[in-house]
């Protein structure tokens, strides 16, 4: 079973529209979660890093909320434009050491207009 | 800043060719990774160096060797390239493990014919 699921696995929308993507996982002990973005044919890039204590983090139209409970997070796209389009990675910290992190196989956002 | 540079961008080899995959990074960071990404699964880690001088296996370290040359550039080499090799092959650094961003290049792709 992966430990990092993503759903849903894509995802079309209009422009303008928010969307919310969610991502859980069952690593534990846990010491943070990552959001990434990453545009066809480049490198993921940071979105947002979230500790277990935080709840809620936001990046300019991007918010990222944590339940540490449940293990589960959500990413959520406001009034989304067309440079959103990109596949939108949640990652965790393994348990054996904090330089192993564990990806989820993401999801495909289109956004057309 | 170019940040975290690969080279090549593009490569073909044929099966049992052997090659070595740069990348150097210009943020000072103390920590770089390989990783590879195949169509349908998150990336997975195949080596890392914590710090200069030190390497370390990740998930997926067979048919694989590294050498951090100095601070700045990791490299990683295929001895006898394999069919099941070809992906795309993603270098990243960060100033360190636990809460850091990982920065990333914008990869290798590899065939193997």
Redesign the interface.
Known sequence: KNQVEQSPQSLIILEGKNCTLQCNYTVSPFSNLRWYKQDTGRGPVSLTIMTFSENTKSNGRYTATLDADTKQSSLHITASQLSDSASYICVVPSMDSSYKLIFGSGTRLLVRP | NAG?TQTPKFQVLKTGQSMTLQCAQDMNHN?M?WYRQDP??????IY?S?SEGTT?K??VPNGYNVSRLNKREFSLRLESAAPSQTSVY?C?SSER???????????TRLSIL
Do not use: K, T
């Open positions: 975290v920590s990774y349908g699964m998150g990336l997975r880690l890392y914590a370390d990740g998930e993603f990243a493990a636990g809460n850091q961003p990982q920065h990333f290049g914008d990869g």
